[in-house]
């Protein structure tokens, strides 16, 4: 297996964050539903065709793209060991779908795909994290079909995501808040400037190139009480790195604005606050005649 993304695939085959995403695998695919259907329904996926999910992680788009496709495949390709560990699991104990999944472990930048394979390359926020993108989607077009789709969800800027200003703003009153991403760097909000990305695709030579701006409201932590919703955001990377040097007083005084700062937005269904992102599509050329 090559890979050129060191950095990212030591980072998501060890640590707390990887462990976090396992752990809490149904919990995130719930808050993020609203995403996956967004992506499944601008690539309108035929039966009989074949899906490339980048970035596939624990496997829920990939898994949900091979139930549309059948009898054709649907391939994830992810760095991650343990989120596809969990991948082939839930896939083995599926009855639908499960002889045309494959998970593989490989970086997307370089990875030898068949050429031309792919009919639809779909990505739930899978793409924002290539050392080299434009490489990385110039292969990802070389195993895409000539007019083939590719599909993906990428975050709009942090300003425009509710879901982690009214968290972070309240644990802000008590920690320093982290540094903000560059954005032109491997990241959550690598693509938030959508110039950027079409500049990305353009030089990857994807055409006919959309970008537009969607918005809905999730359920922090897949639902549940608003202890719920806390717990998910104290354990995840926002809440432990602000967290991390915080004596246990501080912690316990952020942790009790958090959930202030949560409960009005909570209902019996769970916690709802706003989302924020570019739903991106773009065409694989034909060949000059």
Known sequence: MTIANTAQAEHWNSGEDVAYWVDNQARVDRMLEPFADLILQAAALRPGSHALDVGSGCGATTLAAARLVMPGTAVGIDLSGPMLARARARASEETAGLGSTLFLQGDAQVHPFE???FDTVISRFGTMFFADPVAAFANIRSATRPAGRLVFACWQPLAANEWLLVPGAALAEH???PALETGDGPGMFAFADPDRVRQILGAAGWRDIEITP???????GGGGS????VAFLRTGSMGRTMLARADAATVDRAVASVRDALTPYADAEGVHLGAAVWLVQAVA???AR
């Open 226 to 229: 608003v202890d719920d919703a």
């Open 285 to 287: 050329p034909q060949p």
């Open 175 to 177: 920690v320093p808040p």
């Open 214 to 220: 969607e918005q809905t409201s999730i359920l922090v």
């Open 115 to 117: 050429p031309a394979r």
